[in-house]
Every structure is written in structure tokens, then in C-alpha cells.
């Protein structure tokens, strides 16, 4: 059996869990559990995929919505009129959106990653539930923490009441970053650019894991309440997930992916 689904959990009514590229039916580049459409790879496939994905996770595909996803930082509450946006078609995917919250049972949020950040956010106490697609840009814009807010105002979330897991994406071994990158950080984040950036080889490094930890723990979020595979990295474990710069920029994408039962 082909380990096609990573860290699945069920809390209260809400299910979640990331995949891995195992199990799928697309060819190279996209081998074999591709869930995007955008990345070249023939469209029934994907299709097929996330059918696969979505039956072993235990929620319904059709009511799963997923994003047009551009490194910004804007997030979209979905309600009954967009659940299911890209689902089965990309062309009605949320447009512009790198995060995504609900509270309607039955729906589910998809964020597409190979090496960034899949952040899945949950709120028992309102049973409220929030995803998002945190690569550098979105950790530099502090979007999981963003993603919160909004949740704050649309449903009451505390940050201390969430239960926040960080999928698998790019470590800190492999992570390399220039100058840009570590200039932004400098002025927006210094604190978590000096706690982060791993200096080796003649080389930095950034730990967008522990990055995104410390940003959520900033706003009231409870540091053992924070979960994740922080030893799994995307691009050292090619055989197991999709790495964008390991592939060299043609590559399929895994997914997390969080939904509250019908
Ligand atoms: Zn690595």
C-alpha cells in the first residue's frame, strides 16, 4: 500500500491530513499523486488524484475548495456559495487567495504546496477551521497569524484555543536564501530572521517552520498546540513529496488539506 496520506487526524468533527506523491495515477514529471491543475499535468488526472486523496481522507471532494494561489496574503471566508471553487475545475478557483476559513459543516479548504508551508488551523471551541499556504512571502506577511485575525472576527476564534499543524515543506537543511530575502525579513521580522536563518557552509539557510511557530506563538497561540513534522523536509524526501526547487520548478503539488463533517 503506497503511503498516499500523511498525518491524517480527526478532531471532534473536523478531519485533517496532507498528502504525499504516492498513489496517484499521473506520469513524470507529476508522478503520481498530483493535485493541481496548473502545473501541466492532464486535467483528469488531477481529477482522478484528489478523487483518490479525498476518499482517504473521508471528505467529499465536491465540496472542497481550493485557491488561485499567487504568494499574497489575502484570505476568503467560504461559505455555501464558493465551497467547492476548483474542486473539479480551476477555473472557478478562489482567485488571488493564500488562505482560506470556514465554519460550515461539510466543506473543506485545500492549500497546494511542494516546499512551502501548508498551515491547518483549527478551532474547537467554535469549530472553526482555517488553511494556509505560508512560503516565504506568506510567512513574511505573517499570513497563518492573519488567518487567525480574520478567523477572530468571522467566528469568535482565541488564538489560545487553536491547534495549529504545519504540514511538511522545505527544512532548514535545504532552505537556501540571498540577500533579498533576508533584507525583507531584516526589516519586518527581525527577531524571527535572527532566531531562524541558519548560517552554514558560507551559505543561509531560513526555518520557515520555526519562523511560522514563532509568528503564531506572537499572537497568543500555545506552543504545544502547534504540531507538525518538523523533521520532514520536502526536498530531502523527494521519493516521499513533491519539491519545487529540488525538481527544478516542473513538479506536481501534494496538499493539506482540513474539513468539518457533514
Ligand atoms: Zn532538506
Known sequence: MKKMLFNKRISGQVIQGFSTREGGVSPPPFSSL????????????????????????????????????????????????????GALDPADALF??????????????????????????????????????AGWR??????????????GEEFSTKPSDCQVTIGPGIGACCFQVKSDVIAAFQDQLPQ?????????????????????????????????NILGDSTSCTMCEQNLFFSYRGAGGVTGRQAGVIGIME
Open 96 to 133: 488571488g487567495i493564500d488562505a482560506m476559513v470556514t465554519n460550515l459543516p461539510g466543506i473543506s479548504l485545500g492549500i497546494m504546496v511542494a516546499d512551502c508551508l501548508p498551515i491547518l488551523i483549527y478551532d474547537p471551541k467554535h469549530q472553526a477551521i482555517g488553511a494556509v499556504h
Open 34 to 85: 498530483n493535485l493541481a491543475f496548473h502545473v501541466g499535468d492532464r486535467p483528469e488526472f488531477v481529477r482522478e488524484n484528489r478523487h483518490r486523496f479525498f476518499a482517504a481522507l473521508g471528505l467529499d471532494l465536491q465540496q472542497s475548495t481550493w485557491a488561485n494561489q499567487v504568494h499574497g496574503n489575502q484570505v476568503a471566508i467560504v461559505d455555501r456559495r464558493t465551497a467547492g471553487s
Open 192 to 224: 524571527v530572521l535572527q532566531d531562524c536563518l541558519v548560517y552554514r557552509d558560507g551559505t543561509s539557510f531560513l526555518d520557515l517552520y520555526q519562523a511560522n511557530s514563532l509568528i503564531l506563538q506572537g499572537i497568543g497561540v500555545i506552543g504545544k
Open 138 to 151: 506568506g510567512t513574511l506577511s505573517k499570513l497563518a497569524a492573519k488567518t487567525i485575525t480574520v478567523m
